[in-house]
């Protein structure tokens, strides 16, 4: 099928005494098809709305137990034999996490490899929600006195009715919406214990490996290459037209070598703007591996106006963030619209330490990998909704569980070699890429497309100090959380000029010196 077969997220409620109204259907930030869902079990009412990609299973029920699943799973042969139950694997992904859920229970959010965020009520009435290892699709949660909602996005939870009761085991966002975020790698058991909510359980499904293996080179390599194969082939799902989102550098290359490798059109787009580009080293790769190949340009200003768009899809306060994830959700934006699945290089220079290519010592390389796996989750860098704002479904193949745990246990001397940075994975695509590719050193998407210089460029022509440059970014990025999240305004009813007069002025008010 051309393009992804999905929900893309979901709100739903599930209550207990007594039901609430329906609320107004929830305003997601991903564009794609709604339905409602409905289920109930041991008194317990679920409805809610399922936001779709194509036309999946929504919500499956199956002796009582009802799941909604949103995402997809990449392991399904692996769980279906497992199971004893190889048609499995032709069924719909939801289908085959609550055969797992029968088979396993808890254990099975310790078995999926996916990029998902699930939702099920139990035979007993309990609520279970889990997200993947990576928390790659972001769950948020709030809670009242009677019932529970659980959504995909945090926005369809911060104006609800009712007095928020705290959940434990799940992080409180700032900002007395009484919304919560469940953790990544983890799954939690509510129930009801007149009319409390109570945390029953709470299980870790993943944390990353603080071991290392010094295995020889050969070994590594080989085993880098076959991993990132399969996570490529897996995330394609027999999509005849995957679109790669190429920097030509050498993350999105091996992913789009590997694309390529599995057959059928792939589709490569690059992205700049008018002060900077990357379109020299991406035209090589597709050059080379004969992808469909296109070029868009962007102007700098309008990429810093995207900033609305950049909190309301990744729901994140954080301007560094914001600033990496502004380029791609400008490009997603602009895509010919269609059903479309991209996949990208995101992330593969967090377990491989490649934003630290000046750190010397191993083990000082190694320290600053371990800190950036013990501290990514919350910052929603790769949640679908970076390109649901604009109708793409998108999944990221170096943060398959199974390739990350290779990846972050490899000994940090494979991730620095020869003087190179990423030399392992510069091996493991070594026949697949042009030389000049293989030994390109990174750009980071903010630098290669000089998005950070244009933030800056921006307020600094607005007279703010070159000093407090930094600051005045986050302080809009905060503004926005706010505005956008939590009192779920529309992007397009924020501009960057009122953001950043109404930033100024907070600070005058506050009698702060620059
Ligand atoms: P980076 O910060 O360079 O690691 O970027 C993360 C991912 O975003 C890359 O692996 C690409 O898939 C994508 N990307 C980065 N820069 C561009 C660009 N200029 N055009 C298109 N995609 C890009
Ligand atoms: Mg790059």
Redesign the pocket.
């Known amino acids: 099928m051309m393009g992804p077969n999905l929900v893309a997220g979901f709100w739903a409620r599930v209550s207990w005494s007594p039901r609430r109204a329906a609320p107004e259907t929830p305003r997601f930030a991903t564009q794609g098809h709604t339905s409602a869902v409905s289920a109930a079990s041991a008194g317990r009412h679920l409805q809610g709305v399922a936001v779709s990609f194509g036309a999946p299973d929504t919500l499956v029920s199956d002796g009582g137990i009802h799941l909604l699943l949103a995402g997809e799973i990449y392991n399904r042969d692996e769980v279906a034999k497992a199971l004893g139950n190889a048609s499995a694997a032709h069924g719909s992904d939801a289908t085959l996490v609550l055969a797992a859920w029968h088979h396993w229970g808890m254990t099975a959010f310790r078995i999926l490899n996916g990029r998902f965020a699930a939702l099920l009520l139990d035979g007993g009435g309990r609520v279970v929600v889990a997200t993947d290892h990576a928390g790659s699709v972001p769950l948020w949660l709030r809670a009242d006195a009677h019932g529970v909602d659980v959504s995909t996005e945090a926005k369809t939870l911060a104006g609800l009715p009712g007095t928020p009761l705290g959940v434990a085991g799940a992080q409180l966002l700032p900002g007395g919406t009484g919304v919560h975020r469940v953790q990544a790698g983890t799954a939690l058991i509510l129930e009801t214990v007149q009319g409390e909510v109570r945390t029953a359980n709470r299980v870790y499904t993943w944390i990353p490996p603080v071991s290392r293996a010094a295995v020889g080179e050969e070994i590594a390599v080989g085993r880098v290459r076959r991993l990132l194969a399969q996570a490529v082939q897996t995330r394609l799902r027999d999509d005849p037209e995957p679109t790669v989102?190429?920097?030509g550098?050498i993350?999105?290359s091996g992913v789009a070598a590997h694309a390529v490798a599995h057959g059928g059109l792939v589709h490569s787009?690059?992205?700049?703007t008018e002060a900077s580009?990357?379109f020299g080293p991406a035209k090589v790769v597709a050059g080379h591996l004969g992808t469909d190949h296109s070029e868009m340009t962007i102007h700098s200003s309008d990429l810093v106006r995207e900033l609305p768009w950049a909190v309301w899809a990744a729901e994140i306060a954080d301007h560094t963030i914001l600033e990496?994830l502004l380029?791609?959700i400008a490009?997603y934006r602009r895509l010919p619209p269609g059903p479309r699945r991209v996949l990208?290089?995101?992330g593969a220079?967090i377990p491989l330490g490649g934003m630290h290519r000046h750190t010397e010592p191993l083990d000082l390389l190694d320290s600053v990998i371990a800190h950036d796996m013990a501290t990514f989750d919350g910052l929603n860098e790769m949640s679908p909704v970076i390109s649901g704002v604009a109708g793409i479904w998108s999944t990221h193949p170096y943060w398959d569980r199974d390739l990350l745990d290779c990846l972050i246990s490899l000994d940090p001397g494979l991730k620095r070699r020869y003087g190179r940075d990423k030399w392992v994975l510069r091996e493991a695509l070594a026949r697949m890429l042009p030389a000049e590719t293989l030994s390109r050193p990174k750009?980071?998407?903010h630098e290669?497309?000089g998005t950070s210089s244009a933030w800056t460029a921006l307020l600094l022509e607005k007279g703010v100090p070159p000093g407090r440059v930094e600051q005045c970014k986050a302080a809009m990025a905060r503004r926005m959380h706010d505005l956008i999240v939590l009192r779920t305004r529309h992007p397009d009813e924020i501009s960057f000029d009122e953001v950043l007069a109404a930033t100024e002025k907070g600070r005058t008010r506050h009698g702060l010196k620059q």
Do not use: A, K, N, Q
């Open positions: 989102v190429l920097s550098g993350d999105s787009v690059s992205m700049g580009d990357e990496y380029p791609l490009l990208t290089g995101y220079d750009l980071g998407i290669g497309s």
